[in-house]
């Protein structure tokens, strides 16, 4: 996916689009961390305010998943940190997408995994543990499920419900 653009994946590929098993998420993440460009197979968490299962998926092998979270979109609170996002590497994941914030934004920019987020917020989430662990979500426009594939560059994010051969 390195040499290849979403936008030429876009453009290679109209009858996926048109049919739906190739989507757009809608341009609304801001780009954190060091690899702008990652892909892989999406394992899906939904939550709010909370915390607790986006760190117990990223203490598991990533193996090259993407953990997409939908965290409701809230403003109000950071679901994802720096300690989290340094594991995440660590531990093979390529990509975090959050529906939701981050924060320790230097931290995160230091390290060598891409995260995409809605924006940085200093306050930290709660740590009840609720939430869906590999449920179907909407996020940014784009109902997402457990197992497709995302890829995701400076153009933008997208998700297909297979693995593209670029």
Same mark, same amino acid.
């Given at each position: 996916?390195?040499?290849?653009?979403?936008?030429?994946?876009?453009?290679?590929?109209?009858?996926?689009? @048109?049919?739906?098993?190739?989507?757009?998420?809608?341009?609304?993440?801001?780009?954190?961390?060091?690899?702008?460009?990652?892909?892989?197979?999406?394992v899906t968490l939904k939550v709010f305010?909370?915390?607790?299962?986006?760190?117990?998926?990223?203490?598991?092998?990533?193996?090259?998943?993407?953990?997409?979270?939908?965290?409701?979109?809230?403003?109000?609170?950071?679901?994802?940190?720096?300690?989290?996002?340094?594991?995440?590497?660590?531990?093979?994941?390529? @990509?975090?997408?959050?529906?939701?914030?981050?924060?320790?934004?230097?931290?995160?920019?230091?390290?060598?995994?891409?995260?995409?987020?809605?924006?940085?917020?200093?306050?930290?989430?709660?740590?009840?543990?609720i939430g869906e662990k590999h449920v179907?979500?909407?996020?940014?426009?784009?109902?997402?499920?457990?197992?497709?594939?995302?890829?995701?560059?400076?153009?933008?994010?997208?998700?297909?419900?297979?693995?593209?051969?670029?």
């Amino acid at each position: 996916m390195a040499l290849v653009t979403t936008a030429e994946v876009c453009d290679a590929n109209p009858q996926l689009i @048109g049919s739906g098993e190739l989507r757009a998420l809608q341009p609304s993440f801001h780009i954190y961390g060091r690899r702008q460009v990652f892909s892989g197979p999406i394992v899906t968490l939904k939550v709010f305010e909370d915390n607790v299962l986006v760190r117990e998926f990223l203490e598991e092998k990533g193996n090259g998943r993407v953990l997409v979270v939908d965290g409701g979109g809230s403003l109000r609170c950071a679901i994802l940190g720096g300690n989290p996002v340094v594991q995440a590497q660590n531990n093979g994941w390529a @990509g975090i997408v959050v529906n939701g914030c981050v924060r320790d934004v230097d931290e995160i920019n230091g390290c060598d995994i891409g995260v995409r987020a809605l924006a940085s917020h200093p306050m930290k989430a709660n740590k009840k543990g609720i939430g869906e662990k590999h449920v179907p979500i909407t996020i940014a426009g784009t109902r997402i499920s457990d197992g497709e594939w995302l890829y995701a560059d400076t153009d933008g994010i997208l998700i297909s419900q297979t693995e593209l051969s670029v």
